[in-house]
């Protein structure tokens, strides 16, 4: 794989904080720094991209499924947290 250099610059009390959890985790700051732009990435993404008609089709079949069944209790944040993960996967399939 090849790589890049990125030079950034931070505020001294963020760079000691990002230093000692350096140092705490037994890590460079550049791992830290890979892993931290990473996630951000990842959980930024969703947002940035248009949402698919298939994922519009997705999600109206899960409302469907819980219409079906209103007895049922559901954990909002729980359905959103399986239905991003799904939509996360079908993503990366195609």
Do not use: C, G
């Amino acid at each position: 794989m090849t790589t890049r250099r990125l030079t950034i610059s931070l505020p001294e009390t963020l760079f000691d904080e990002v230093e000692r959890l350096s140092q705490r985790e037994h890590r460079t700051l550049s791992e830290l720094a890979r892993e931290a732009l990473r996630r951000y990435t990842e959980e930024a993404q969703p947002t940035e991209e248009a949402v698919q008609p298939w994922e519009r089709e997705l999600v109206a079949q899960r409302l469907a499924a819980h219409r079906r069944n209103p007895q049922a209790v559901f954990d909002a944040d729980e359905v959103h947290a399986e239905l991003a993960e799904e939509i996360r996967r079908i993503r990366q399939e195609k």
